[in-house]
């Protein structure tokens, strides 16, 4: 069971074919990015709005001790959501083509970097 764990996390990226080599590549990278979180965080403040009784909804209101969410409850509570959803999109993008792989190094060092 652990060499299969192992082999999972160490056959990072799944491609190399494409990567954040050229600027119209890192572009088009970053929009994925920025759109799979956009959108995820646009359906989740959805959720808070919707009038419906939810079970995402009583959650954060039970963190906040009320009954009704006010706005800025709501900003906080996406803008946390989405720092996690940030790092969990940049891992599965790392994950699949390398994304941010060449920010690990230093100019000397060509090798590709370990993740873990």
Known sequence: MTNLIYDFFTDFPLTNKFRAT?????????????????????????????NKHT?????????????????Y????????????LGFIVYDIMYYFVGFGDDLLQDSSNQKQSKYW
Do not use: H, W
């Open 22 to 50: 050229n600027l119209f590549n890192a572009f088009v990278l970053n929009s994925m990015v920025t759109a799979l979180t956009s959108a995820f965080l646009v359906e989740f403040r959805l959720q808070l709005s919707d």
């Open 55 to 71: 079970s995402i909804k009583s959650f954060i209101a039970y963190i906040f001790k009320v009954t009704n969410l006010r706005p």
């Open 73 to 84: 409850q709501k900003i906080i509570t996406v803008f946390i959501a989405g720092t996690f």
